[in-house]
């Protein structure tokens, strides 16, 4: 038979394991004040030999029906860029699909005048070619507006654009494209 000072000490194990426990690394409190005080932690099940409850995972954002965010790579990082700025002063190139791909719209930012006035002259045909289609697009004329370009003398700092007439929808978007006006030639473009 147990003596009754070994029972009380092996009841209050037993009590002290039933209980919630409190981390060890929690500092004794030492303020002076009470309600600075933080309140001591508690674990919601008892660490049973140095096992720790499971810990809720946050939600992943891969998880069905989550949309990721919209990346867009740039398209003229590193040489092209410089490339475009220095020998044509222009940057921001793009090749777009509108007017429901029946025309390709190719947009650039001028940032040095004198070196784009080339892009802008009405008397430098213009023409997109698509390698993988085949074909050479051309600015259209329409009887009331003329061509489909914007040719006044560029200013630093403006956006310009032509159209490419898009018949039959043969260029399509991820297409990658040559544009060539004049002297001028930016290869590779993807239409977007």
């Not at 891969?62 to 003229?76: L, M, V, W």
């Not at 410089?82 to 791909?101: A, F, H, N, R």
């Not at 700092?157 to 159209?163: H, K, L, P, Q, V």
């Amino acid at each position: 038979m147990p003596s009754s000072g070994g029972t009380s000490a092996l009841l209050a194990a037993i009590a002290l394991a039933a209980a919630p426990s409190t981390f060890a690394a929690d500092p004794p409190a030492t303020s002076a004040n009470p309600a600075q005080t933080p309140p001591a932690v508690t674990s919601a099940a008892p660490v049973v030999s140095g096992v720790a409850p499971p810990v809720k995972k946050a939600p992943d954002s891969r998880a069905a029906g989550a949309t990721p965010p919209h990346y867009r790579p740039d398209r003229f990082a590193g040489r092209a860029a410089k490339y475009y700025w220095t020998m044509w002063g222009i940057d921001s190139l793009s090749v777009k699909l509108v007017e429901s791909g029946e025309l390709v719209r190719f947009s650039y930012r001028v940032i040095d005048p004198a070196r784009a006035k080339v892009l802008n002259e009405k008397r430098n045909e213009a023409s997109l070619i698509d390698p993988k289609a085949g074909v050479s697009l051309v600015v259209p004329t329409l009887e009331k507006v003329g061509q489909l370009r914007q040719s006044p003398t560029p200013e630093a700092g403006r956006s310009y654009w032509m159209a490419f007439s898009n018949r039959g929808r043969v260029v399509k978007r991820g297409d990658r494209v040559d544009v060539v006006i004049g002297t001028f030639q930016a290869k590779n473009l993807v239409v977007d």
